[in-house]
């Protein structure tokens, strides 16, 4: 039986994305610079993943600031929160890009939002109360 770890996106400004997904409640649990790769990885996530949570690794190729292409294959992130319209509105003080406003799901009564990270990966939020 496996584990699932990680994913990891490719960012363009390490410290924007750190930024943005602290307004969602991760943090950085730690970092790993590579000088001979030229690359650095950041993996965020929840309290101080005790729980074996899956994380995101952020890699951040040096020099590469001109972005990537986040293409038509990915679909989005999901992160539970207890309050989606109180995320939604915290996303949008700290200057992020609110996609859908907070509200049912269509055909549903769950309530969820979409917000982007400055590199426009898609972020579902889902209330779990």
Request: aromatic share 10%.
């Amino acid at each position: 039986m496996g584990t699932y770890l990680h994913t990891m996106v490719r960012v363009r400004n390490l410290d924007a994305s750190l930024a943005f997904y602290r307004l969602l409640g991760m943090h950085e649990l730690r970092r790993k610079e590579v000088p001979e790769g030229k690359y650095t990885l950041a993996f965020i996530g929840y309290s101080d993943n005790e729980a074996g949570q899956a994380e995101i690794e952020l890699t951040y190729n040096w020099g590469q600031d001109d972005g990537y292409d986040v293409g038509t294959g990915f679909g989005h992130f999901a992160v539970g929160v207890p309050d989606v319209a109180a995320m939604v509105e915290k996303v949008r003080a700290g200057g992020g890009k609110v996609t859908r406003e907070a509200g049912p799901v269509k055909f549903g009564t769950t309530v969820i939002a979409f917000v982007e990270d400055p590199d426009g990966y898609k972020i579902e939020l889902i209330e779990k109360r």
